[in-house]
């Protein structure tokens, strides 16, 4: 009689996994903002500074990009990216520039001595209607 392989059991869904961890990031956004909303208001501040600075005239434009990035435990931005494009490339570098530019020079200063991560994960949806408003990204926009 011949042998019939028997089916690995299945795995998990990578999908699920991926699911898991963007609602994990979020709830650690959530609760950072909750926690430390004087560093998160400071953030969104400078981003904001270095968007205007950087985005010569687009600002009439609507327009309007996800991104999302890391702050490291000494305040620097790192692993930025577009995750949802506002369909302007110049506009998505100028977010992307703003997000660095935010991050150097000691502008948001070291994350809070008791933060229990060793960086920030951040999602933002970038509008710069008015001047370069910032607006926290509440859903996954990935």
């Given at each position: 009689?011949?042998?019939?392989?028997?089916?690995?059991?299945?795995?998990e869904?990578?999908?699920?996994?991926?699911?898991e961890?963007?609602?994990?990031?979020?709830?650690?956004?959530?609760?950072?903002?909750?926690?430390?909303?004087?560093?998160?208001?400071?953030?969104?501040?400078?981003?904001?500074?270095?968007?205007q600075?950087?985005?010569?005239?687009?600002?009439?434009?609507?327009?309007?990009?996800?991104?999302?990035?890391?702050?490291?435990?000494?305040?620097?931005?790192?692993?930025?990216?577009?995750?949802?494009t506002?369909?302007?490339?110049?506009?998505?570098?100028?977010?992307?520039?703003a997000?660095?530019?935010?991050?150097?020079?000691?502008?948001?200063?070291?994350?809070?001595?008791?933060?229990?991560?060793?960086?920030?994960?951040?999602?933002?949806?970038?509008?710069p209607?008015?001047?370069?408003?910032?607006?926290?990204?509440?859903?996954?926009e990935?």
């Open positions: 009689m011949e042998d019939i392989p028997v089916p690995a059991e299945p795995e869904d990578e999908e699920d996994e991926e699911d961890g963007i609602a994990d990031l979020q709830v650690r956004q959530e609760g950072f903002k909750a926690d430390y909303p004087e560093y998160y208001a400071r953030m969104l501040v400078q981003v904001n500074r270095c968007l600075r950087t985005s010569q005239g687009r600002t009439a434009q609507n327009l309007e990009a996800t991104v999302r990035f890391v702050v490291e435990r000494d305040g620097a931005t790192a692993d930025f990216g577009v995750v949802r506002s369909g302007r490339t110049a506009f998505d570098i100028d977010v992307l520039t997000i660095e530019c935010a991050g150097m020079a000691g502008r948001l200063g070291p994350l809070p001595e008791d933060y229990p991560y060793g960086v920030l994960p951040i999602t933002l949806v970038v509008s209607k008015g001047g370069g408003s910032l607006v926290p990204a509440t859903e996954d990935g």
